[in-house]
């Protein structure tokens, strides 16, 4: 008799920057100081979505001294601080935004809910999950803009999702969990309510597992 294996629960903001890190959205540089050891599980993340990570040479050196497919990683966020990426037998990584120079650790143009009011909405839906995509600009980086998502599940549960578009910029970058929090929270503010979704009317049966919906996904009947 066989049991399924199913993926440990990961915490809202640790399965946020596993995303952003598989996606290779950070540049990982190495950490200065002790880091103390980890005794709780790791995940597991393939070396080739981490050789991803943009302008970490020395990341991509330590990962290439390996023939392991995968690696043993720890991410330990903490509050204030640059989350840092912890590698068994490969050091401690910080994380760092893909945009030299500009962290966006905070924008503070944005510190009142009608500054998030957007400009531009886009919807997608795809696979029975409707994408709500905002356009929100930032004043004090011209023609720079903020992306918020809003992921509604046939379930009825959401996620939440916001980085920074500049100019001439390649890449998406991510803001850090605290940041991408309070921009959130200030546009729920502006709605003044959830995003709601009704369940899907069900569709013909199909030879297909349920998609898994992530973990940073919440309920919206459970958070209102």
Do not use: N
């Amino acid at each position: 008799m066989t049991t399924q294996r199913t993926r440990p629960s990961l915490s809202p903001e640790i399965a946020y920057y596993r995303r952003h890190l598989l996606a290779g959205r950070f540049r990982l540089l190495p950490a200065s100081g002790e880091i103390p050891p980890r005794h709780d599980r790791p995940l597991m993340l393939a070396k080739s979505a981490l050789l991803q990570a943009p302008e970490s040479p020395a990341l991509r050196e330590a990962l290439l001294a390996s023939k392991e497919p995968v690696v043993s990683v720890w991410i330990v966020p903490a509050p204030g601080r640059r989350p840092v990426l912890v590698l068994k037998d490969h050091g401690a990584w910080v994380l760092h935004p893909p945009s030299r120079g500009r962290s966006f650790s905070r924008l503070r143009e944005l510190d009142r809910p009608e500054h998030l009011l957007p400009v531009r909405f886009t919807r997608l839906e795809r696979d029975g999950v409707a994408r709500h995509l905002h356009t929100i600009p930032l004043r004090w980086h011209p023609h720079g803009h903020l992306s918020l998502e809003v992921c509604l599940f046939p379930s009825g549960s959401v996620r939440y999702d916001a980085w920074v578009w500049l100019p001439g910029h390649r890449r998406m970058i991510p803001l850090y969990w605290e940041e991408k929090e309070r921009v959130v929270q200030l546009f729920r503010d502006l709605t003044a309510s959830y995003f709601r979704c009704a369940p899907s009317q069900a569709a013909p049966a199909v030879a297909e597992e349920p998609r898994e919906e992530p973990d940073d996904a919440v309920c919206v009947a459970a958070a209102s």
